[in-house]
């Protein structure tokens, strides 16, 4: 079993920045994939950013270029740099770890707000 609690979250103005933060226990050995999701009211919960074990991020296309994932592997923790925030950035942000076979484990989520 892996666990995941996140903090970092808050209210900012636009054009602010967060970085969130995920601590990782239990059975992190066995992690491949760290993910940052988010949902927003009335929305499906989508894919922010992912980052394998051996670095290789991705990340969607809303946040290219403004958000940063990262990873210590050695203190089992990824986290999330936001830059340059919007008020459509507003949303529950979801720490997800993957480990095979396709076992997925959430964190609670933390709520971002962005004001304009």
């Known amino acids: 079993q892996v666990q995941l609690v996140e903090s970092g979250g808050g209210l900012v103005q636009a054009g602010g920045s967060l970085r969130l933060s995920c601590a990782a226990s239990?059975?992190?050995?066995?992690?491949?994939?760290m993910r940052w999701y988010r949902q927003a009211p009335g929305k499906q919960r989508e894919l922010v950013a992912a980052?394998?074990?051996?670095?290789?991020?991705n990340y969607a296309d809303s946040v290219k270029g403004r958000f940063t994932i990262s990873r210590d592997n050695a203190k089992n923790m990824v986290y999330l740099q936001m830059n340059s925030l919007k008020p459509e950035d507003t949303a529950v942000y979801y720490c997800?770890?993957?480990?095979?076979?396709?076992?997925?484990?959430w964190g609670q989520g933390t709520q971002v707000t962005v004001s304009s």
């Open positions: 980052i394998a074990t051996g670095g290789n991020t």
């Open positions: 239990g059975g992190t050995l066995k992690i491949n994939s």
């Open positions: 997800n770890a993957l480990t095979p076979p396709a076992y997925n484990y």
